[in-house]
């Protein structure tokens, strides 16, 4: 079975996604009207074209008409002038429909364009607890496909509907200008075909929603796959996958094929509807041409005006079900607009301490991720970093090292407690202004699809080449850049595919040298090192942390032994603390995983 889109679960409201769907309707589109505010003059433009093509279409029956009426008379003059005002007519239409199309052509890709910014500016700034709800991929997908809908409804579709509108309402004052009559039986067809439109189109709306999941679902899927394509090959995983992503796009494909039978069938109704009435209503019209009743040119000017009224009720039928499938997508992206963090910047942020210190508080700290309520991650946790000290944080997995760390960053609240840096507390002060005073290495290093000076020139966007080459040489790194084919301009691949893991994480140690702030968090940072690179390494980070208040977050406690302080932690608690020698001492926890890895190591050599 496929695996139901994560959207479906985590937004729908108590009665299901269809009941949502028909709350909404097709308003949700009035959300892209702030986008669309800033440009009132393409609206402008746009609009002025709109109403004038359609203002040509409605007048080119009456040139007609004249020209049936007038064909007898013997004047050709006349009626070369009823051409000639076609003629004129056709060019200003064609002229009006060029300018139309540019302008709203522009309009929705500016729009568009609008919208994806709004979007990622939104979800690269959200904590971590959002995208335990969320996949990257669908939220790629969500910029990519949604918007390309709504892009398509904005360059093209309203445009149409307007114009469709235009038409068919000038059309039905011009007919009924032209016959009353005739015009009162095609009035008796109007309700035959707006009420399939209405059924059918709340259908479609619904089933273009579950479409566009599923398309999300899947391109979730693959990103995933493809972001860990090795583990997925080592574990000769790819059949599994195949299926899996075979399985969720062939969902999408039968949900799809409902959208379009759905579409078809409501296209079948209007349409044999619409032109079985013109049908009717001409075979009525030549009767009363054969009684008197009315002229060959004004019957054909009436059939006229009826072919561009139902050539527009049929269009806005199809433009509706565009509409429809741009209200899902729009609301999808209105979903990620409107998402509401749950770490925020407060409204009167207090100024970052200048100098920072890099003094760090823990007072009373407790804290559950959410996606694991029932666990506590630290549990009533005080503790005192002082500047420039050195402490390491050690202890089994679990323990709640790391979650120090991101705490730190302010990437969760607490559920009660508060953290200070320099004694003003984290919630008080905006994330990227302390943020600047912290410099990272996480213990799996993000590397961008970039080359090696990039990556590391990102700790500090406007370092100097020579201020970059000086981070790698104390990191350690400047050795094996400077093999590479280029050298410091080398490619290094996507998620640095060309790099060894020890290669990788000297780049994201470079990249915290180079950052060069008053505090320094190391999470595992040389765990994917040789002896010899880690030896380099540590020096490095041994002359890095003079003057800086250095947290670092270790398993191998041959890293840490000449920390200022050495934290043991278990089930998110502090069990002890001290130097590495009284640490020993205490035979406690600490001095049990000491004798642990140091035998091992001496049975090892």
Not at 453 to 468: L, S, Y
Not at 581 to 590: F, I, K, M, R
Request: charged share 20%.
């Amino acid at each position: 079975m496929a695996r139901r889109p994560a959207q479906q679960t985590t937004t729908a409201a108590p009665g299901g996604s269809e009941e949502r769907e028909r709350s909404k309707k097709i308003g949700v589109l009035r959300a892209l009207w702030p986008f669309m505010l800033p440009y009132k003059a393409l609206m402008l433009g746009a609009t002025i074209a709109l109403v004038l093509t359609a203002a040509m279409s409605l007048t080119l029956p009456l040139a007609v008409r004249r020209v049936v009426d007038n064909f007898r008379i013997g004047d050709s003059d006349v009626l070369n002038l009823y051409f000639m005002a076609a003629m004129g007519i056709a060019a200003v239409l064609a002229v009006g429909t060029g300018v139309r199309y540019a302008l709203v052509t522009r309009l929705g890709e500016r729009v568009v364009a609008d919208i994806r910014i709004a979007v990622f500016d939104r979800v690269i700034g959200m904590s971590p607890e959002f995208y335990e709800k969320i996949m990257t991929g669908e939220v790629l997908s969500r910029i990519t496909t949604d918007t390309t809908l709504i892009q398509s409804v904005l360059g093209s579709s309203v445009s149409i509907a307007l114009r469709n509108m235009l038409l068919f309402a000038g059309g039905m004052v011009l007919m009924l200008l032209t016959s009353a009559k005739l015009t009162g039986m095609v009035l008796l067809i109007v309700p035959a075909v707006v009420v399939p439109i209405l059924v059918l189109g709340r259908r479609l709306r619904v089933i273009s929603r579950e479409n566009q999941d599923w398309i999300a679902a899947s391109s979730g899927n693959a990103g995933e796959a493809l972001g860990a394509v090795q583990t997925v090959q080592s574990f000769t995983n790819e059949n599994a996958s195949r299926e899996r992503f075979a399985d969720m796009t062939e969902t999408s494909y039968i949900v799809s094929k409902k959208r379009i039978q759905t579409r078809a069938v409501l296209t079948v109704i209007v349409i044999f509807l619409v032109f079985t009435g013109i049908v009717g209503v001409l075979w009525m019209g030549a009767n009363d041409v054969r009684q008197g009743e009315m002229t060959e040119g004004t019957l054909i000017q009436f059939v006229i005006y009826s072919i561009i009224m139902a050539g527009s009720v049929a269009a806005l039928s199809e433009i509706w079900s565009e509409l429809q499938r741009a209200a899902g997508a729009t609301e999808r992206l209105v979903e990620l607009l409107n998402a509401q963090d749950t770490v925020l910047d407060p409204e009167g942020p207090v100024a970052v301490p200048d100098p920072v210190t890099g003094e760090i508080q823990f007072n009373d700290v407790t804290f559950r991720y959410p996606a694991r309520p029932e666990t506590l991650a630290l549990d009533s946790m005080s503790l005192t970093v002082k500047p420039g000290e050195t402490v390491a944080f050690v202890g089994p997995s679990g323990a709640g090292k790391t979650t120090v760390i991101q705490m730190i960053q302010r990437f969760y609240d607490p559920d009660q407690g508060q953290i200070t840096l320099d004694g003003v507390a984290l919630t008080d002060m905006r994330r990227d202004s302390f943020r600047r005073a912290i410099a990272m290495v996480p213990q799996d290093p993000v590397i961008f699809a970039a080359s090696a000076r990039e990556n590391i020139r990102f700790g500090r966007p406007g370092a100097t080449d020579a201020e970059v080459e000086q981070a790698a040489r104390a990191a350690a790194a400047h050795d094996f850049i400077s093999a590479l084919p280029d050298g410091y301009d080398s490619f290094v691949g996507e998620r640095g595919v060309m790099l060894s893991g020890g290669q990788k994480q000297r780049i994201a140690i470079a990249r915290a040298i180079l950052r060069d702030a008053p505090v320094l968090l190391l999470d595992e940072a040389t765990s994917a090192l040789d002896a010899e690179s880690e030896r380099a390494v540590q020096q490095a980070v041994d002359e890095l942390s003079e003057g800086r208040t250095t947290l670092i977050v270790a398993h191998r406690l041959a890293t840490v032994k000449k920390a200022d302080r050495i934290v043991v932690m278990e089930n998110g608690q502090i069990v002890d603390q001290g130097t590495h020698d009284e640490l020993v001492a205490s035979d406690g926890l600490y001095s049990r995983l000491a004798r642990l890895q140091f035998t091992d190591g001496l049975a090892a050599e």
